[in-house]
């Protein structure tokens, strides 16, 4: 996500990440668990040592009595040392650093055309035609080949569609000043010229890119080019709530479609080759009048307490005022207020916030299919969706984050079981229609023995439809508000859920918890926890944060029934931290200068050479090193040890918390690949089967640019890719790289 948050927007912003102010569970509860259930799993309590850490009221202890480390399976089945280069080390130059014989080159870039009649990109404001060129804050990416006859193909290696979601813009009091000659407009009304720039860039890309004699670039004519926006007509609205009351709105008095797909984060790729993409911070783009709750019926009304769960308080500004670009409908959508005088919504846009966060489905290869939002996976701030192993006769299963401050993990079970001959169907779209509009959304409860368990978003649940806060209407107003049906069942509030992958050697399933600043010791509705464990104090220059500062990477081991099965155990793989900081109670990894990091975000498994790579979203410690990637080869579940953290509460009780710390990377095992340039961070990754050539997103280098400074570029917090000799102009651009290595080995090796 775009980490920027402009201080006239602040408190709209932040309440898109920071709207679960329910009480589940408190620390109370999670605490009488533990000591009822202590020892099932994990064998005994570890109670070994005691460390007073002066200044935070923190003392940590740490166990050593759990099962002997089990040795990791061999990744993939290399031919050559993984993670064999030399660890790149931190860098707050304004540039790409990877190590010794690798190569990164830029490939793709926000405003780069699309199809032979756009002009080359000017890079001063000036440029217009979005709707075909690149769009801005390239984020989540996935690989789709082309064969020689341009057919899809999963053995392609020099041609291929990158599919590819453009998250947001670098902007300051609504205005995307990069996109506009004199930094834009900062107040109401926006002029109509600006706001459909503006709207341009959001949404995805599917560029077709090449390889000749070694070298990668975009096919600027190709006929697979094509871009979404977040105006894009005829989205379907697919599965459970589709047609429902809760999706009428003018655009669709039938509730089925809906205009593009906003603020779209991380991706997947489906066993049947589509391509999915997240909603994530899509209601900031909307306002609501302050009167708007009155309107509704009162703050106890249905549409006001769902409003309020995902971030939308009456009298919320939108983040850049594209409701006042004009009369037409394509900017009245961004005002969700009630105004008309119907009673279901088919005369305003009322609903309108219902028919986005949602997993969207596309076929890369066919731009005549239509895009689909899959209703049956729930409606959050969606990162990216990882699939569980396709096993023939068995759902499928995906995971799936929502990222805001305590916000679930989810999982969709299918209902279709997994037929072979899907990976390669006829048509990819309808076959998704199979699999994912129909099934079971689950939410994940973590217990402080090491166990977890899914529990169904269920009519049939009486926590669901007897709850006291919404009525659910039926199962589509439960995947519709699946927030609000996650606190009914009392769901475990996580450190902000970012990317999810599943472990292509084992199957166990990762999850970045990018950061919490709400963690707090005494907190009533988010004290550490035994799946967020950390609360510490970090320091930048004259600043202090406070919270989980550095984030971790939690890993789950699905029960016996695989896919379906609603019980696992997890633990947690590693810990964000700085090195220096404190071993017993931040830095539980133990990471060295050469490993460590804060704030994971994107998170992929490389299906060729099963690394897992680890990108930063950064805010803590860029006063020491721009954002960054790292490969890693992980063990498995429960390969390390039982942590105690104990915290002294304000009323001086001790609050212990029981953690599993997986076992600590050792240098060969986790090693810093990449460092970005200034201002930036790294999102994506995707490669060629034969893992030779790897494309990874920098997303809004220089966002810490101010507006006031945009005629003088020496002033701009960076300006890559400019400066690594790519297009014209000064100013900042999000870039797709692509990095091959000088030997012409697989990437990480
Ligand atoms: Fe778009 Fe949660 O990062
Ligand atoms: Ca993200
Ligand atoms: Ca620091």
Not at 96 to 121: I, K, R
Not at 159 to 167: S, T
Not at 492 to 509: A, F, H, L, Q, Y
Request: hydrophobic share 35%; charged share 20%.
């Amino acid at each position: 996500m775009n980490a920027r948050i402009p201080t006239d927007l602040s408190s709209s912003l932040k309440a898109e990440e920071d709207s679960n102010h329910s009480d589940n569970p408190s620390f109370d509860t999670v605490l009488a668990a533990r000591l009822s259930r202590r020892g099932l799993l994990r064998g005994g309590a570890g109670t070994v040592g005691t460390v007073v850490l002066g200044g935070m009221g923190l003392t940590a202890c740490g166990g050593g009595d759990d099962p002997a480390p089990t040795t990791p399976p061999a990744p993939g089945t290399p031919t050559e040392t993984l993670l064999g280069f030399g660890a790149v080390a931190k860098s707050l130059a304004d540039m790409v650093v990877v190590p010794a014989g690798y190569t990164a080159s830029v490939l793709y870039a926000l405003g780069d055309p699309l199809n032979a009649g756009t002009a080359a990109y000017k890079n001063d404001g000036t440029d217009t035609g979005f709707e075909n060129r690149a769009g801005d804050h390239h984020d989540g990416m996935e690989w789709f080949g082309l064969d020689a006859a341009g057919k899809a193909s999963a053995t392609a290696t020099a041609r291929g569609l990158l599919a590819m979601n453009h998250e947001a813009t670098t902007d300051e009091l609504r205005s995307s000043f990069f996109l506009h000659a004199n930094g834009g407009t900062t107040t109401l009304p926006r002029p109509a010229a600006e706001v459909d720039k503006e709207t341009a860039i959001h949404g995805v890309s599917i560029v077709e890119v090449q390889q000749a004699a070694g070298k990668w670039t975009t096919v600027q004519n190709s006929a697979f080019n094509h871009r979404l926006t977040c105006l894009s007509d005829n989205i379907q609205l697919n599965g459970p709530a589709r047609g429902n009351a809760l999706m009428v709105t003018k655009y669709s008095t039938t509730g089925v479609q809906t205009r593009g797909t906003l603020n779209n984060c991380g991706t997947g790729k489906t066993p049947w080759g589509s391509f999915v993409t997240g909603e994530e911070n899509w209601a900031g783009y909307f306002t609501r009048a302050s009167t708007d709750d009155t309107a509704r019926g009162g703050a106890t009304a249905k549409s006001v307490v769902s409003l309020k769960r995902y971030g939308r308080n009456a009298g919320s500004r939108s983040r850049h005022g594209w409701e006042t670009g004009g009369a037409d409908d394509k900017y009245a959508r961004w005002n969700v207020g009630q105004s008309g005088a119907s009673l279901d919504g088919s005369d305003d846009y009322r609903n309108e916030l219902n028919t986005f966060g949602y997993i969207v489905e596309m076929d890369a290869y066919d731009k005549t299919q239509m895009p689909r939002k899959r209703t049956a996976l729930g409606r959050f701030a969606h990162e990216s969706a990882a699939f569980g192993k396709p096993v023939v006769g068995q759902p499928l299963a995906v995971y799936m984050g929502d990222d805001s401050r305590g916000e679930y993990i989810y999982k969709f079970v299918s209902t279709k079981t997994w037929v072979a001959a899907d990976a390669n169907p006829a048509n990819r779209i309808t076959t998704g229609d199979s699999y994912l509009d129909a099934g079971k959304l689950y939410v994940a409860k973590f217990a402080s023995d090491g166990s977890g368990s899914w529990v169904e978003l269920a009519m049939s649940n009486p926590l669901i439809s007897g709850y006291a806060t919404y009525a659910f209407a039926d199962q589509a107003d439960v995947l519709v508000n699946a927030r609000l049906a996650a606190d009914a069942v009392g769901a475990t509030k996580m450190d902000r859920p970012e990317w999810c992958s599943t472990n292509v050697n084992n199957g166990e399933i990762y999850f970045t918890l990018t950061n919490n600043s709400n963690r707090a010791i005494d907190s009533a509705s988010m004290p550490p926890d035994s799946a967020n464990p950390r609360v510490y104090e970090d320091t930048k220059g004259a600043s202090t944060s406070k919270g989980n500062v550095n984030g971790h990477i939690l890993r789950v081991k699905e029960g016996a029934a695989g896919n379906a099965a609603l019980v696992f155990t997890w633990d947690v793989y590693v810990f964000g931290a700085e090195s220096g900081a404190a071993a017993g109670s931040v830095n539980l990894s133990s990471l060295t200068s050469d490993q460590d990091f804060s704030s994971p975000d994107g998170l992929a498994f490389s299906p060729s050479t099963g690394i897992l790579w680890i990108q930063t979203d950064d805010g803590a410690y860029t006063d020491v090193t721009n954002c960054m990637m790292l490969a890693a080869l992980p063990g498995t579940v429960g390969d390390g040890a039982k942590k105690t953290l104990s915290y002294t509460k304000a009323d001086t009780t001790t609050l212990s918390v029981d953690t599993y710390v997986g076992q600590a990377p050792t240098a060969d095992k986790l090693k810093r690949f990449l460092v970005g340039p200034k201002s930036c961070e790294i999102t994506g990754m995707c490669e060629t089967p034969d893992g030779k050539a790897m494309f990874i997103n920098i997303q809004h280098p220089g966002e810490t640019t101010a507006m006031a400074d945009i005629a003088d570029p020496t002033k701009y917090a960076s300006q890559w890719p400019s400066n690594a000799g790519y297009g014209a102009g000064k100013r900042p651009r999000s870039a797709t790289i692509v990095i091959t290595k000088t030997d012409g080995g697989r990437i990480g090796s």
